[in-house]
């Protein structure tokens, strides 16, 4: 009996597994009626798949046009989904003389509500970064999938370690009680790769969750259960490359599918200034758009007009399906720059209040704003870009710390790299940030000098912009012996069972990394409330004597940021700022708790930033 109720699950496990049809392939992999554009177009991928005639008896729903390209295994089937179209299920017919006909089932689905007005991230939140497989392993039940090559190995600085989605979800609400408001979570999507794929950046299917990760229905109960905290969700996306075992690559869809085709690898030259260059050469631009960035990673031709429609419609298909808040674009400077345009522009249209950052790791500002939506580039390329990660201010927030206070040299580079915000458009929408996945972790940069870490956490969340942490930094997470990818994304204590050291529980943190911790939390969650740090003003005075003063405002609230690096006691005369703070007043004194009563000036400790609120 046991054999026959066996044999019964797996014919309903097939059976479910071919409800939706014979069809290999069919993306996106399903969409919603009342979307504001009613264009939709379909990649299908079946065998000999281009000699059948597709149809469809929907009420609302219109085949446009239908392409084929060079490959007899793909069909590019132009929709459109009018206002009226009702949700349900439609079938797509192909048919083809002589043969049987193909049924195809496919989703049209009802849009949650107001999805549209979704409110992406924005300087009123701080984000969050974690890489899934070193933070946490909520369940080991997907530590090892049949199938995909590269195991569990935890040892190994560069092999799976087991973090998931499930773990994530356990400790919300230890990222709720931090002060977060938005994750940003390197990818989530499957990277069937045969080694050094924990890091999730060699995609090989667009669509799926890597199930080492868990499911997509896992990452969409993630994404839930983060908005019942008032906690956004942000994907990262890769538009300019796949992994080389990406199901695709084994049957392209096109013969210019991805750049340098049938030809030997060719890596890019990473001369990302090229495109702006008034007189840099054809081939250094091509090089830098069309070189593969590694030889497992294929360089995607956005120029072909499926893989770009294809790339569009998955990014918006993630935004609906998982509930996001936002966007995190990989390499953002690398596909072709005119599809770039087009793809924030659409993904804009239709979300006008989400948000998108890009990556540009560019120590030069102008670099970086021509990115920016609202910019004025004098080649006349104008993008729809609103977010950009801010690389020039971190690499001045590091010097700032690590120098020696000279006229040149110190916090001078902190108000210096701000004095440069007039390129930006909109500088208050650049995301800040002590460090990221790719980089040597904050603590390690500083040399190991939490003063000067807490120093540059209070100036990342009270300077404008949008702050972004790394997991680990609120516990002075380093890496002393390497700068290797694989140390800097060390396991999160407390992340898996035995772990002796725990972040969650807080059980064998040593004294300063409890103290950093209790610092992050009262610094994160009084920000919440700190609309003057969101979207008032900035007014910013040349460091002198190791002193640099910031003063946020609007009409509601006036705060007072001090760094300090002197090594003994400062008093700070107040005269000097007379154009924006009184002599004497009474404020809060946030990293402290206490309120204070100021005449004429303010001791400071030594080594220490002040926070003060009026």
Known sequence: MFRNLQYLCLLLIALGANAQGPIQHIEPLNWWVGMKSPLLQLMVHETGISSYQPKINHKGVTIKKVHRTNNPNYLFIDLHISPNTQAGEMDILFEQSGRKPIHQSY???????????????????????????????????????????????????????????????????????????????????????????????????????????????????????????????????????????????????????????????????????????????????????????????????????????????????????????????????????????????????????????????????????????????????????????????????????????????????????????????????????????????????????????????VFLMTTRGIPQLYYGTEILMSNPNSEEHGEIRGDMPGGWQGDSISVFNQTGLTDAQADLLHFTRKLLNWRKSASAVHQGKLMHFAPENGVYVQVRYNAQQKIMVILNKNKEPYQLDLQRFKEIIPNQFTARNILEDTTIHVKKSVMLQAGKAMILEF
């Open 107 to 457: 989703s049209l689905l009802e849009r949650t509500p107001h999805s549209a007005q979704r409110e992406g991230f924005s300087a009123k939140d701080v984000i969050y970064l974690i890489t899934p497989d070193r933070f946490a392993n909520g369940n080991q039940q997907n530590d090892q999938i049949s199938g995909l090559s590269d195991t569990l190995d935890r040892t190994a600085m560069y092999a799976r370690h087991g973090g998931d989605i499930a773990g994530i979800i356990d400790h919300l609400d230890y990222i709720e009680k931090l002060g977060v408001t938005a994750l940003w979570i390197n990818p989530l999507l499957e990277n069937n790769m045969p080694t050094y794929s924990y890091h999730g950046y060699a995609i090989t299917d667009f669509s799926k969750t890597d199930p080492r990760f868990g499911t997509n229905e896992d990452y969409k109960r993630l994404s839930l259960l983060a908005k019942e905290r008032n906690i956004k969700l942000i994907a990262d996306m890769v538009a300019n490359h796949c992994g080389l075992e990406h199901w695709w690559m084994k049957d392209l869809p096109d013969s210019n599918w991805v750049n340098y085709q049938n030809q030997p690898v060719t890596i890019t030259n990473h001369r990302r200034e090229a495109l702006h260059d008034a007189y840099a050469s054809a081939s250094d631009i091509k090089l830098q758009s069309d070189g593969w960035f590694v030889p497992t990673m294929p360089d995607l031709n956005q120029r072909n007009p499926y893989l770009a429609q294809y790339l569009i419609q998955n990014a918006i298909w993630w935004v609906e399906y998982a509930d996001l808040g936002g966007i995190r674009m990989d390499t953002y400077p690398y596909p072709d720059k005119e599809f770039m345009a087009e793809w924030s522009q659409r993904i804009m249209a239709e979300y006008p209040d989400f948000n998108i950052v890009g990556e540009e790791w560019s120590y030069n500002p102008s670099l970086v704003a021509n990115w920016q939506r609202g910019v004025k580039n004098k080649d006349g390329y104008r993008s729809n870009l609103k977010s950009l990660m801010d690389f020039p201010l971190n690499e001045a927030l590091i010097k700032a710390f690590n120098e020696e206070e000279s006229w040149g040299e110190g916090l001078i580079r902190l108000y210096q790299t701000l004095a440069n915000d007039y390129v930006y458009a909109q500088p208050n929408d650049l995301v800040t940030f002590t460090d990221n996945h790719d980089m040597s972790r904050i603590f390690t940069q500083l040399k190991e000098n939490s003063d000067h870490l807490k120093q540059a956490l």
